[in-house]
């Protein structure tokens, strides 16, 4: 007999093995149990949630989480005790009826904001509410559409904070839509929904589809309001657009203006930053008004001082051409002195000519330097040609 067996013969226990037979049936069987509810909560969620695309996502996400977690703590957990099935089994059945609870709360909450945003539509076409009530209704629209957009981006919403949310809302509709007849359609389809969600979305396609047809037909006749309505639409954006347009042009000419000691290149580009960023150098020259140091406005784009002769020349020029005076020729002496300074040279102010002359002559300048530049090339070109061939009879008499 080996020493294993010699051991076992020793220890072994009649009633102890024949208990632990007990236990361990009475745990296979809560196990099954387990099981057994499993399979059929995995059967109601693929027959009634998983394939259904009008479910909310919450549900359908926790009832497969649900799912997955209880068969892994199954596969991992085969030789629990009969108390610790049991245990599982009551916290998957709570687990589960507080998932049915939520989803009751979550869908009714959701069908509310597809019911109220369908109806306005109602409304508006058939005539049924006044302006006022029509807008006091798309207000309650709104509130339940906000409140199902928080609700979809939870993990775990607040089962409280639903029950309190739906129990106000429907009341505060209810009273709101039956003095004015308008509270059966809406109550009719929102029953339809909870009691039979298929034949909801069913009705729901086919009143829309109704409800658009009643709206091309109606959109095919002439309305004054409607004319109106969409008149006064763009009215207002064309409008909105040109204010917008003119708020960046001055804010543009602002900038320009305050950059008169600069050259025109530097002020062109102060023009088109300051139109970019109107929004926010907006304050900066908020500020420079109330401190009395706003920018003196010379033109729109100041970066000439041609005259010009003719009626359309002077049109043209207007925008740009400014006339130097003292305050332009004050910026552009400091522009220029600090400038100098930071190379470590010196300006002298009366050299300075006319700022218009300076900038009217800078293509001028330009062509002279070119020629002079020429010149010199052939200068210098003549005098090595000359002196080429004698270097070369130095170099043979070497």
């Known amino acids: 007999m080996s020493l294993t067996d010699s051991l076992r013969s020793a220890t072994y226990n009649p009633e102890a093995e024949k208990q632990m037979q007990v236990e361990r049936e009475k745990a296979e069987k809560v196990r099954q149990e387990i099981q057994k509810w499993l399979d059929d909560y ?30 892994k703590w199954l596969s991992s957990n085969s030789k629990a005790t009969e108390v610790e099935y049991k245990a599982k089994l009551d916290a998957l059945r709570k687990e589960a009826q507080s998932i049915l609870e939520k989803n009751i709360y979550l869908f009714s909450i959701s069908c509310y904001a597809k019911v109220m945003k369908f109806m306005i539509g109602e409304f508006e076409r058939k005539k049924l509410l006044n302006a006022k009530e029509r807008a006091q209704y798309k207000e309650y629209a709104d509130e339940v559409e906000a409140f199902n957009t928080k609700l979809s981006k939870q ?3 607040d089962f409280a904070e639903m029950k309190i949310f739906a129990a106000q809302f429907t009341k505060k509709v209810e009273d709101f839509s039956k003095p004015r007849g308008i509270w059966d359609q809406q109550d009719t389809l929102l029953r339809t929904a909870f009691f039979n969600p298929e034949k909801f979305e069913a009705d729901f396609k086919t009143l829309e589809t109704q409800a658009e047809a009643a709206q091309a037909v109606e959109d095919k006749k002439f309305s004054f309001q409607r004319f109106t309505k969409k008149v006064t639409g763009t009215a207002g954006s064309v409008i909105g657009s040109l204010l917008y347009l003119t708020f960046c042009l001055v804010i543009g000419m602002m900038a320009a203006n305050q950059a008169i000691g600069r050259e025109p290149k530097y002020r062109i580009l102060y023009f088109i930053y300051g139109a970019i960023f109107a929004p926010f150098l907006v304050f900066y020259y908020i500020y420079l008004w109330f401190n009395d140091k706003s920018p003196k ?11 010009a002769e003719t009626t359309i020349g002077k049109f043209l020029l207007f925008p740009f051409a400014y006339t130097e005076d003292k305050t332009a020729r004050d910026l552009m002496v400091e522009f220029l002195t600090e400038s100098a300074e930071m190379v470590g040279k010196k300006f002298d102010p009366k050299s300075l000519g006319s700022l218009g002359q300076q900038v009217e002559t800078i293509t001028e300048n330009l062509k002279n330097l070119a020629a002079d530049t020429k010149e010199a090339v052939e200068e210098t070109a003549k005098a090595a040609e000359q002196a080429l061939p004698k270097l070369n009879a130095l170099r043979v008499n070497a």
Request: no cysteine; proline share 7%.
């Open 155 to 157: 993990t775990d919403p």
């Open 297 to 307: 406005i010379y033109t729109m784009l100041p970066i000439t001082q041609m005259k």
């Open 42 to 71: 995995t059967k109601a969620y693929l027959d009634n949630f998983a394939s259904k695309s009008y479910w909310p996502k919450w549900t359908l996400t926790t009832m497969d989480k649900l799912i997955k977690d209880t068969n």
